[in-house]
């Protein structure tokens, strides 16, 4: 699969807030590279890759998460963060 993948470039687009405070930068779109990476890796069954969440299925890379006991964030907090 990586022997014929072809270079490409992740375009950002927005900061984005995701579940539980996940601070994510999302892209625009797959490049099509990647779409044939992904596609190649499952045809070879080399190990099963799991059904996708929605959340997955868009281009996007985590910044930075809480720990799992933090409080929710406040509307005040998410609001400052997507400033």
Not at 19 to 37: A, C, E, H, M, R
Not at 39 to 51: D, I, V, Y
């Amino acid at each position: 699969a990586l022997s014929t993948a072809v270079p490409c470039v992740l375009a950002p687009v927005s900061f984005f807030v995701a579940w539980n405070g996940v601070l994510t930068l999302v892209f625009k779109g797959f490049p099509q590279s990647l779409i044939d990476i992904k596609m190649s890796l499952a045809a070879q069954n080399l190990f099963p890759l799991r059904p996708e969440n929605f959340g997955s299925k868009w281009p996007k890379v985590t910044l930075g998460a809480q720990v799992d006991d933090a409080s929710p964030l406040t509307l005040g907090q998410l609001e400052t963060l997507r400033e």
